[in-house]
């Protein structure tokens, strides 16, 4: 397989449809059929169902859990949900498979655990979205909504929309040194 990688110059959702085409002619060529995209308030999902052919594709939009802004506080708008779910398109709300639990005991006690650690490690050395595609493979690995037996495509971002796309073999949280990433796909090159 000979592979392209794109480095956008800048991290950020400037980079949101370039990331989906990237991914969507990745996908295409080489039949991945499980695309699995972060996305907070909906919006990069509903621009990727604008873009990927979701008759051919099984899209996983996942969202940040409950509470990671303020206690109780889900930022995806039930409209984008709904938006989303009318077109086929499965939607996660879970807890975050590398912080979850963890990230209280960094708030309250400044002790650093290590899920925690690795979600720092692979943020600095490679990119926030990096770190967010192999998270949110495995959030959507435990619920059962993509295989973990095939590789697929994860998408996600610095901040808001999307700017990394890896191809990998996801694994679910209990098993997640079984993860084994291809590609990067496409990343920023200064985040």
């Known amino acids: 397989m000979r592979l392209e990688v794109t480095l956008f110059e800048k991290a950020g959702?400037?980079?949101?449809?370039?990331?989906?085409?990237?991914?969507?002619?990745?996908?295409e060529k080489n039949n991945i059929t499980d695309?699995?995209?972060?996305?907070?308030?909906?919006?990069t999902g509903i621009k990727a169902s604008e873009i990927f052919d979701l008759s051919k594709i099984n899209l996983v939009v996942v969202t940040h859990a409950y509470g990671f802004v303020k206690p109780g506080y889900q930022e995806m708008p039930d409209e984008n949900r709904k938006k989303l779910t009318d077109m086929g398109i499965k939607v996660l709300t879970t807890g975050h498979a590398l912080s979850g639990a963890?990230?209280?005991f960094r708030?309250?006690?400044n002790m650093w655990l290590p899920l925690e650690l690795l979600a720092r490690f692979l943020r600095s050395t490679i990119c926030d979205g990096f770190k967010v595609c192999i998270?949110?493979?495995?959030?959507?690995?435990?619920?059962?909504?993509?295989?973990?037996d095939k590789d697929i495509i994860a998408i996600?971002?610095?901040?808001?929309?999307?700017?990394?796309?890896?191809?990998?073999?996801?694994?679910?949280?209990?098993?997640?040194?079984?993860?084994?990433?291809?590609a990067i796909l496409c990343k920023p090159r200064e985040f």
């Open 107 to 109: 708030k309250s006690l």
């Open 135 to 148: 998270e949110i493979s495995a959030m959507a690995a435990d619920a059962g909504l993509i295989p973990v």
């Open 35 to 43: 695309i699995v995209i972060a996305s907070s308030t909906g919006e």
């Open 102 to 104: 963890e990230r209280t």
């Open 13 to 27: 959702m400037q980079n949101t449809e370039e990331t989906l085409k990237i991914a969507q002619k990745f996908a």
């Open 156 to 182: 996600a971002g610095t901040g808001k929309g999307s700017d990394t796309a890896v191809l990998l073999k996801p694994a679910d949280s209990s098993n997640l040194l079984d993860t084994k990433v291809r």
